[in-house]
Every structure is written in structure tokens, then in C-alpha cells.
């Protein structure tokens, strides 16, 4: 009975393991935030899903213990692993941090331009603000 | 200008309910199980933080009406008297006891004195982790 446990686990942790060094290859070689962002949130937390599956089949498989935490993890990573790429994908775009070149639309810069415009402003100020005692501490 | 972070919000909710089960899970399990008053208290502290990030400081404090620091004073002093009631029965300092109690839904249940000490230890470990957080956040 254990024979089966063992070749579950063995399985879907290798798989797991296999696209988490995916995620990790693709945050090296993409070229932006955004996409960056997109190989890190979607197969990382497919690769650690296959992970705690694994373990939780192989606990139950194996030796008949069915672990409630490890459902919690699977759903709990499930739930806020996306919604964490969101919000630092959000930061970036408000702070203004560059696409990759040879982007061929962005729809959401009208929308900004449009109804935030008074805070991208605000930011821009403050960068200038910024530049210019830079400038001024360089030239003393 | 009203920031729409629908997605934050509304993933908050759900993640704050999970993190809140699981930390007085952990709470209760200290006896016989990896967990205890430290690491559970600090979950729910971690639970509020993240009210605190997605709702704002304001909003939470008119929710949860409570002092945190009165809330640490209160945490150490029920971890002082479950000593002194100690001395009271004539044992040693911080000593300890257990006995078997017919709960009406549990039945036969095993309840350590070693409990309340351990309700005073994440008392004071709330307290003091959102303090910190609180005592951080509002220096402009």
C-alpha cells in the first residue's frame, strides 16, 4: 500500500518542482515588470499547489492521515498568490515603470491619463522635486 | 481621490477569516501539537496587520474598539495570576495542573491550567505586534 503513496508523491512533487524552475527561469528572462510578474504568480503557484497535493496524497495514501493544514495551505496559496502579483503589478503601473520595448498597446494609459491625471502630477512634482535638490546637492 | 482596490479588499475577507481559524487552531494545539500562545497570537496579529493594509488604519479602528496596549497589560497580568493562584494552593510558583472535564459538546476533554497562561502569552504578543505596527504607521 505504501508502494503507491511513495510513486503519487514522488510524481506530482517532481512536476511541482519542475515548474516552479520553469517560473524561476522565466523570471529570469522576460523582460519587464509585468511579465516578470506573469511567470512568477501563475506557475510558482501551480508549482507549489502540485507540491502540497503531493504531500497531502502522500500522507493519505501512505499512512492513512488526512491533513486538514495542508488543505488550508493548498487554498489559502490558491486565493492569495494571484492577488499578490495584482497589487505589485498595480504599484508598478502607478508609479510609472516602463513596458517592454516592441509593446504594442497599452490600454490602460488612456484611463489614467484620464481620471487620475491629477495624482500622476502629484508623483511627477514630486520627482522633479526631487531631480532638482539632487542637482543642487551636486553643484554645492 | 477613491481608490478602487476591489480585488485587495474583497480577498481580504476571506483571507483574514482562514488566518484567524488557523491561528486559534494553532492556539489550541499548543499542548500536544507543534503551535501554542507565541505563534498563534502572532497570526492574529498578522491577520489584523493585513486589515489593517487593505482597509485602511482608520476604518479597523473604528471596528475593533479595542486599546492593544491595555490589551498586552491585560495579557501579562492573567499570565502572573495563573502563578499566584498557584501559590495560593500552596504549590510552587507558576506550577501546574490538568484534569479531565465533561464538556457538553466535546465530552471527555483534558484542560491544563497551562491554557490560561498560554491565553495570557498571546494576549500580550497580539498587543504588543500591533502596537508596534500601529506606533510605526502613524509617524507623518
Same mark, same amino acid.
Given at each position: 500500500?505504501?508502494?503507491s503513496?511513495?510513486?503519487?508523491?514522488?510524481?506530482?512533487?517532481l512536476?511541482g518542482?519542475?515548474i516552479?524552475?520553469?517560473s524561476?527561469i522565466?523570471?529570469?528572462?522576460?523582460?519587464?515588470?509585468?511579465?516578470?510578474?506573469?511567470?512568477?504568480?501563475?506557475s510558482?503557484?501551480?508549482?507549489v499547489?502540485?507540491?502540497l497535493?503531493?504531500?497531502?496524497?502522500y500522507?493519505?495514501?501512505?499512512?492513512?492521515?488526512?491533513?486538514?493544514?495542508?488543505?488550508?495551505?493548498?487554498?489559502?496559496v490558491?486565493?492569495t498568490?494571484?492577488?499578490?502579483?495584482?497589487?505589485?503589478?498595480?504599484?508598478?503601473?502607478r508609479?510609472?515603470?516602463?513596458?517592454?520595448?516592441?509593446?504594442?498597446?497599452?490600454?490602460?494609459?488612456?484611463?489614467?491619463?484620464?481620471?487620475?491625471?491629477?495624482?500622476?502630477?502629484n508623483?511627477?512634482?514630486?520627482?522633479?522635486?526631487?531631480?532638482?535638490?539632487?542637482?543642487l546637492?551636486?553643484?554645492? | 481621490?477613491?481608490?478602487?482596490?476591489?480585488?485587495l479588499?474583497?480577498?481580504?475577507r476571506?483571507?483574514?477569516?482562514?488566518?484567524?481559524?488557523f491561528?486559534?487552531?494553532?492556539?489550541m494545539?499548543?499542548?500536544?501539537?507543534p503551535?501554542?500562545?507565541?505563534?498563534g497570537?502572532?497570526?492574529?496579529?498578522?491577520?489584523?496587520?493585513?486589515?489593517y493594509?487593505?482597509?485602511?488604519?482608520?476604518?479597523?479602528?473604528?471596528? /475593533?474598539?479595542?486599546?492593544f496596549?491595555? #490589551? %498586552?497589560? +491585560? !495579557?501579562?497580568?492573567?499570565? =502572573?495570576?495563573?502563578?499566584?493562584a498557584?501559590?495560593?494552593?500552596?504549590?510552587?510558583?507558576?506550577?501546574?495542573?490538568?484534569?479531565h472535564v465533561?464538556?457538553?459538546?466535546?465530552?471527555?476533554?483534558e484542560?491544563?491550567?497551562?491554557? /490560561?497562561?498560554?491565553t495570557?502569552?498571546a #494576549? %500580550?504578543? +497580539? !498587543?504588543?505586534?500591533?502596537? =508596534?505596527?500601529?506606533?510605526i504607521s502613524?509617524?507623518r
Open positions: 500500500m505504501s508502494g503513496g511513495d510513486v503519487v508523491g514522488v510524481i506530482l512533487i512536476i518542482a519542475a516552479s524552475l520553469i524561476a522565466g523570471n529570469v528572462r522576460l523582460p519587464d515588470v509585468y511579465t516578470r510578474s506573469h511567470a512568477a504568480s501563475k510558482s503557484t501551480l508549482g499547489l502540485c507540491t497535493v503531493g504531500t497531502l496524497l500522507f493519505v495514501i501512505s499512512d492513512g492521515y488526512f491533513s486538514i493544514r495542508l488543505i488550508l495551505g493548498i487554498v489559502f490558491f486565493l498568490a494571484p492577488v499578490a502579483a495584482h497589487v505589485i503589478c498595480r504599484a508598478a503601473y508609479h510609472q515603470v516602463p513596458l517592454a520595448e516592441g509593446t504594442a498597446q497599452d490600454e490602460l494609459k488612456d484611463y489614467y491619463m484620464e481620471n487620475e491625471n491629477i495624482d500622476n502630477k508623483t511627477d512634482n514630486k520627482a522633479n522635486l526631487i531631480e532638482k535638490e539632487v542637482k546637492q551636486v553643484t554645492e | 481621490m477613491k481608490p478602487n482596490d476591489v480585488i479588499r474583497s480577498v481580504t476571506v483571507a483574514a477569516v482562514i488566518i484567524l481559524t491561528s486559534i487552531y494553532l492556539f494545539n499548543g499542548h500536544h501539537h503551535g501554542g500562545g507565541f505563534i497570537g502572532l497570526s492574529t496579529a498578522s491577520a489584523i496587520v493585513l486589515l493594509l487593505s482597509f485602511g488604519i482608520e476604518k479597523v479602528r473604528e471596528n /475593533i474598539r479595542t486599546d496596549k491595555k #490589551l %498586552a497589560a +491585560i !495579557g501579562v497580568l492573567i499570565a =502572573i495570576g495563573t502563578g499566584t498557584s501559590v495560593l494552593f500552596g504549590k510552587p510558583f507558576l506550577t501546574q495542573t490538568f484534569g465533561d464538556l457538553p459538546i466535546f465530552g471527555d476533554t484542560l491544563a491550567s497551562a491554557l /490560561i497562561f498560554d495570557g502569552v #494576549l %500580550a504578543v +497580539i !498587543g504588543t505586534a500591533v502596537n =508596534i505596527i500601529l506606533s502613524e509617524d
